[in-house]
């Protein structure tokens, strides 16, 4: 994998000192088809869905995380792909901090938790506190490399967590995956935030993806003394957004406080309980979408 030089960038001449070098596929360009490679990796995943929004700090890698596992305890074959570069939560929430990505003669091994497959930037940084410094040409390759590179095997399901916004790396899974079958799009219920979510759709329809549809997060809180739903802040912007986009509306997550201590405990929520509304809203929205 390509590592960081001393200025957190990443160095060409990577490969060259990496330990993996010798047997790493990275190291071996296939011959006629330069994507030839890569279209056999994706040949095995049955589909492909990237998860983005327009902004930040709207929940979109725990709709991300949750998704991929529900899918997984329902019995698929699972890979989550943190595309977020610069900021990888997904080992953080799964409880894989400090794992370290290794390969063989296949190519490079994702990290494994039960029946899903993880790939993340977060494999590849020493200190977790080190900023990752690199421009648009270099995490177009990185991706390429993750998607490329990485044995996936066969997949049902590949949930792809995209940064936020409509930048590098967004475009680059959408060149690299011509058959993606589509975009969740996240938002929250506020104006602010639905205004700059209105752009992810029209990234989406200028690129001719399909947008699956759009999940409204943190809609109401749960209360962790009676379980009822109650708002706090204003409700119903994320399934506006979505009619007035023409595009189809998910659903809606309530703020549930174990959400929060799931991801920190570095456990997928829908793995800790299944009885609560917000772990109702993401089988519903799992079987709209029907992975």
Do not use: Y
């Not at 990796?41 to 929940?59: A, E, N, P, Q």
């Not at 938790?113 to 995490?139: E, N, Y």
């Not at 690299?176 to 700059?196: C, E, F, R, S, Y």
Request: glycine share 10%; net charge negative; with cysteine.
């Amino acid at each position: 994998m390509s590592q960081n030089n001393d200025h957190g960038e990443c160095s060409p001449s990577a490969c060259s000192t990496c330990s993996h070098a010798s047997g790493c596929p990275s190291a071996k360009a296939p011959a006629g088809d330069p994507d030839a490679k890569l279209k056999s990796r994706l040949s095995k995943i049955r589909r492909k869905v990237v998860v983005m929004s327009g902004k930040g700090g709207v929940g979109k890698s725990t709709v991300a995380v949750n998704l991929a596992m529900s899918a997984m305890l329902a019995g698929q074959r699972v890979g989550l792909l943190d595309i977020d570069l610069h900021g990888p939560s997904v080992p953080t929430m799964l409880g894989l901090e400090g794992r370290r990505l290794e390969a063989d003669d296949q190519g490079i091994i994702p990290i494994s938790l039960g029946g899903l497959s993880v790939i993340s930037t977060g494999f590849l940084l020493s200190d977790p506190d080190a900023p990752v410094v690199w421009r648009g040409p270099v995490k177009i390759g990185v991706i390429r490399q993750f998607l490329e590179e990485v044995n996936w095997g066969d997949l049902d399901l590949l949930v792809i967590d995209a940064p936020p916004g409509t930048g590098d790396e967004p475009l680059t899974v959408c060149q690299l995956i011509p058959d993606l079958d589509g975009a969740v799009i996240v938002t929250t219920p506020q104006k602010v935030a639905a205004v700059d979510v209105r752009k992810s759709v029209s990234f989406c329809r200028e690129l001719n993806l399909p947008v699956l549809g759009v999940v409204e997060n943190m809609s109401g809180f749960v209360c962790p003394h009676c379980g009822q739903v109650v708002d706090i802040m204003s409700r119903g912007g994320g399934q506006k957004l979505a009619e007035s986009m023409g595009v189809p509306f998910l659903g809606a997550v309530p703020i549930d406080p174990a959400i929060t201590a799931s991801g920190d405990s570095g456990r997928a929520f829908v793995e800790s309980t299944d009885v609560t509304p917000a772990a109702q809203a993401f089988r519903d929205i799992l079987a709209k979408l029907n992975f």
